[in-house]
């Protein structure tokens, strides 16, 4: 499962602008979180960021929600306030 933020944007050009602030930073927004972290376009105009929970028993069920929501919770805390200034513009 992936907690993920997504850069959605009509620009293309705008969102790859808010990727490359968090590639930027990733070692630092990944740290203390032994998940895997990817930052990278997604579809042909979006972006996003996340990390990736590994299912437990290959499905989805309530016990990962908790776990989720602390993850979602530091990609959130760790990534705000980077992308806020460019944001806040619009």
Request: avoid cysteine; proline fraction near 7%; charge should be negative.
């Amino acid at each position: 499962m992936d907690v993920a933020l997504h850069f959605e944007f009509l620009d293309l050009q705008e969102n790859l602008k808010l990727l490359d602030v968090i590639r930027m930073h990733q070692v630092d927004i990944k740290k203390d979180v032994s998940l895997d972290f990817e930052a990278a376009p997604w579809t042909t105009r979006w972006a996003h960021a996340k990390f990736h929970l590994p299912l437990r028993g290959g499905s989805l069920g309530p016990e990962i929600a908790p776990q989720a929501a602390e993850v979602m919770k530091i990609l959130i805390e760790r990534t705000y306030p980077l992308i806020e200034p460019y944001v806040k513009k619009k």
